[in-house]
């Protein structure tokens, strides 16, 4: 099962990426294009060009995951391509939003609150 903590790092890759690539391929975008290692506790999201597929690659202790999501009728609300970037970093809250089809870019969640008995 994959546990994604508030504070895990999510990179959603710009632009359209093959879904013929698999854990390998992906791992190799990371480090190429993205330029971060896929062997840490980050997230990375992959979109198809018709915006109907994602992969989320991620690594677990002593091993990759893949999963792979694909939208029958809808599509996703994947970022523009941007020339001074390769991704955008999003928090998980976010990436569960975008999973559901929500604009996520212009929702704004309740802010965090810290209480102190004190």
Not at 84 to 102: C, I, K, P, Y
Request: glycine fraction near 6%; aromatic fraction near 12%; include cysteine.
């Amino acid at each position: 099962m994959i546990a994604l903590g508030e504070d895990t790092r999510v990179y959603l890759a710009l632009g359209a990426t093959d879904m013929r690539k698999s854990i390998d391929g992906l791992a190799a975008l990371v480090v190429d294009v993205l330029q971060q290692d896929p062997c840490t506790a980050q997230v990375f999201v992959f979109c198809n060009r018709g915006r109907n597929k994602l992969k989320v690659l991620c690594w677990q202790r002593n091993g990759f995951w893949l999963c792979y999501r694909r939208l029958e009728r809808e599509r996703f609300r994947w970022p523009s391509v941007r020339d001074d970037a390769a991704a955008v970093t999003v928090t998980t809250r976010e990436l569960r939003w975008l999973l559901d089809g929500l604009q996520w870019q212009r929702i704004e969640g309740h802010r965090e609150a810290h209480f102190s008995v004190w």
